[in-house]
């Protein structure tokens, strides 16, 4: 998972919406990756204006990367389990989202990713690296199908996640 620099961090956290709206296709295609990517964790980032979003963009996971797992390997501290409950969302391909979202007049509203047989909670690796002002959602995936999805926002005083409300809305356009 990106870790943010402290003024982005600053300049991110005006942003806490109580609750946010999804475009269907942004929806759709978001629980479709999380699905296709069962058994693994799958990440990526949410795109829109204001409390809406509008897209979405599957970004790679590091964790569940190959490349990215030999050099865990190299390094002594990975176990294929790991594959399935944590995710390392890749810098690059969140550099390429967020320049879209900006060519585009969006921006990066928050991140999804998937918890593959756990529920839609957060887990503790999930806390520690989240900032404020995001909104996570989280997929909960039961044997390949969409089981639930939960929206979380961190929040800055205590740094514990809170439960945010969400709606899945018709794409205008
Ligand atoms: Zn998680």
């Known amino acids: 998972m990106l870790r943010l620099g402290q003024e982005q961090c600053m300049e991110v956290s005006a942003k806490i919406h109580n609750s946010l709206k999804i475009y269907k296709s942004a929806y759709l ?4 990756d999380a699905e296709s990517g069962y058994p693994y964790e799958v990440c990526g980032v949410m795109i829109g204006e204001k409390d809406t979003v509008t897209h979405f963009r599957k970004c790679a996971n590091l964790v569940a990367d190959d490349k990215s797992e030999t050099a865990f390997k190299e390094k002594g ?5 790991r594959l399935k409950d944590r995710f390392e969302l ?13 060519e585009n007049g ?15 909670v957060p887990s503790e690796t999930d ?5 404020p002002g995001w909104a996570y959602i989280i997929f909960s995936v039961t044997r390949g199908k969409l089981a639930d999805a939960r929206i979380w926002y961190i929040d800055e005083q205590d740094f514990q996640f809170e439960e945010r409300k969400f709606e899945v ?3 205008s356009d």
């Open 29 to 32: 295609g978001m629980t479709r």
């Open 77 to 81: 501290n990975i176990d294929s389990n």
């Open 90 to 102: 890749d810098p690059r391909s969140y550099i390429e989202a967020d320049s879209w979202a900006r």
């Open 106 to 120: 969006l921006e990066i509203l928050g991140i999804y990713h998937s918890h593959p047989d756990h529920p839609s």
């Open 127 to 131: 806390r520690q690296v989240a900032s």
């Open 169 to 171: 809305v018709k794409d």
